[in-house]
């Protein structure tokens, strides 16, 4: 399949430069041209732009994965600094609107906590106050909601009797789902002293 997409990116890429190599020759033998048109010509698309376009719409991206992904494209240093900044300009890709998404999405759909939201974040290289600001914008009734169903659901599938070794395992998996470590304590005793009553 890479090998596939490296033959397609390598035709685009000869195709473009003949149109840019017949286009330089005309211009220079027809004594009409005006060098406003050959400018509009050097402004048009590289053959990538819509491809990239449709990744990005695809869904959120931030600026490290689009630097990545072009990084990945047999592009020209100037032209994967053209595309990345046309993305941005276009606003296809924008790390507050990332950054907000990322965090709803994975403490609401995937039940992270926000020790791990936090850490993949910085694993996007994504700027420090906007990972300050998102995470501490999620309401915390819906945040302790979250841990208490997980309590639940975990406490009602662990077979042990023991209720210290039950406890334990809880607390383990919340911790490595992200989770602060007062926070599960604290919900733990909460919902297990409700279950018990």
């Known amino acids: ?38 400018q509009n010509y050097r402004k048009m698309e590289h053959p990538l732009t819509e491809r990239i376009r449709k990744w990005c719409n695809y869904q959120e991206r931030c600026s490290s994965q689009l630097e990545k992904k072009l990084r990945s494209m047999l592009l020209t240093p100037e032209d994967r600094e053209r595309l990345y900044q046309q993305m941005h300009d276009e606003q296809f890709v924008d790390d507050r609107r990332f950054t907000e998404s990322f965090v709803r999405g994975k403490i609401r759909l995937k039940q992270w906590g926000k020790v791990k939201v936090r850490f993949g974040l910085k694993e996007l290289q994504l700027p420090q106050y906007l990972i300050t600001e998102f995470i501490d914008q999620f309401p915390d009734e819906e945040y302790l909601e979250i841990v208490d169903q997980l309590i639940e659901r975990k406490y009602a599938r662990i077979a042990e009797e023991d209720e210290y070794t039950k406890r334990g395992k809880i607390a383990q998996f919340l911790a490595q789902r992200g989770f602060e470590q007062e926070i599960i304590w604290k919900r733990m005793d909460v919902v297990l002293r409700n279950k018990s009553l």
């Not at 399949?1 to 033959?7: F, H, N, R, T």
């Open 1 to 38: 399949m890479k090998l596939a997409i490296d033959q397609y990116l390598r035709t685009e890429l000869a195709i473009a430069e003949k149109k840019h190599t017949a286009f330089a020759k005309w211009s220079t033998e027809c004594p009409g041209i005006t060098r406003t048109t050959h």
